[in-house]
C-alpha cells in the first residue's frame, strides 16, 4: 500500500495538478464510533426482512442514476475520468445496485440438500455482519457498487475506506446511501489511515475484509486478515492477454483493441495490458494502433471531445508507467507513438504503442497501469497460448479468430478468472468478476458476488 500522506485525503485535480480540497483523517474516536454504529445498525438492519432492505437499496439505485452527472463531475476532478466515462459508471452502479436489490431475495432463498438423515435439511444463506470494504480510485463509483449493493441486501453493514485521493466521490457515495433510507451506521465511510485499517480488521466486529487495489496491497490486507481469522476477498492486478489469430478487418480489430486499452486512460484492472497478434497480421495491426495513436489529444477531463485523452490519476502514476516505458525502451523496445510525459504538475501521458518487449524488461511481467499498448508478435497458436499464461497474473484474457472452434481451444486454457471469445470482456451486473494466481480471490457481481460474506448455515430439522 502507499505511504500515507501527511495531510490527509485530498482532492488533487490531475489536469493542473492543483489542491482542490483537503480532510483530515478520522480521529481513532471517530473510527471507534463507526465500528460501534456499523454493530448496532446490524442488529437492526439484519433482523429486518430482505424485501425491506432490497427496497431501500434499489432507491440507492435510482440515487445514482438521477446524480449521474454531478458523480461524473466529481470523478473528473478528483482522478481524471473523462466527463462522458464517469456518467457510463454511474450508471452501470446503478444497474448493479439495482440488480442486487431485484435478485437478491432469490440468491438467498433456502435450498433444500437431499439427505439420507431422517429429516429435512436446507442451506440458510445469512449475514454475518460488518464488513470492511478497502476500495480504489480508478472506479470510484463501480468498485464501491458492487462491494455494498449485495451486502446490503444481504443485511450486512458496511465501513467503507476508499482511495486517499477520492474524499469527494467517498462522501457522495454515503450521502446517497444515506438518502435512500440505509439506517445511520449501516453505510459509514471513514477517513481512515493506514494504521486504522489494521485495527479496523483486528476488531472483533468486523467479519471479513473485501479489497480492490496492488497486488502489494492485497498481500498486505490478505495477512492482516489471516491473522485476524478474517474473511477476505481480493480483487487486484492484471496484465490481460487479448490474443488476435487472424481477422478480415484489421483496421476495426484495432480500433476496438484500442477504444478497450485506452477506457479510463488505460487504468482498468482486465484492460487488455498485452495484445498477442499472430505474425501476418501483427504489422498491419500495429501500424493501425500507431495512427490511432498519434490522433489522439489532451483535453479537459470536463470536456473530452473526440479522439482526446485526459490526464491519468496522479502526477506519481504518470511518472511510474514512464518509468517502466522508458526501461523497456533502454533496453531494446520500439516506441511507435505516444509515451510522452507532460511537463509541469499535470498527469497527462500521450497514448503509446510499445512493441519488442523482452522478458528482462519490467514491461514483460509488470502491469502497466496507463494507456500504453504491448503489442507482441506470435507465430503460432501455441505460442500464443504460452505467451498469453506467462505472467503472474490471472484476472481475464480474450481470444479472438475467425473460427470460433480456434479461439475455443485457446480461451478454454487461459489462467484466469474470466476468459472470453471474440470480445473484448464479456460485462454486466450478472456477471461474476475476479480473478486467479497474484489477480487475488473471491467474486464479485452476479450471484456469486452475494454468496462471499455470507453464513451459508446447515439448517437441520428432525422428523
Known sequence: MATTTKQGYRVTNPATGEVV????????????????????????WGSRTIEERAAVVQRAAELFEERKEELARIAATEMGKPFHEGVEEAEFSSAIVGYYAEHGPAFVADQEVPTLADGKAVIQRLPIGPLLGI???NFPYYQVARFAGPNLVLGNTVLLKHAESCPRSALAIEQIFRDAGVPEGAYVNVFATHDQISTII??????GVSLTGSERAGAIIGAQAGKALKKAVLELGGSDPYVILDSDDIKEAAATAWGTRIYNTGQACNSNKRMIVMEDIFDDFVSELTELAKAVKPADPLEPGENSYGPMSSRRAAEDLDAQVQDAVAKGATLHAGGVLAEGDSAYYSPAVLTGVTPDMRAFQEELFGPVAVVYKVTSDDEALELANNTPFGLGGAVFAKD???ARQI?????VGMANVNTPAGEGAELPFGGVKRSGFGRELGPLGMDEFVNKRLYFVAN
Open 404 to 406: 470460433e472452434d480456434r
Open 202 to 207: 483486528e476488531d472483533p466486529r468486523i467479519q
Open 21 to 44: 480540497e483537503e480532510f483530515p483523517f478520522s480521529t481513532d474516536a471517530e473510527v471507534q464510533d463507526a465500528l460501534t454504529k456499523a454493530q448496532t445498525a446490524y442488529e437492526d
Open 411 to 415: 480461451a478454454d486454457k487461459l489462467q
Open 135 to 137: 476500495m480504489p480510485w
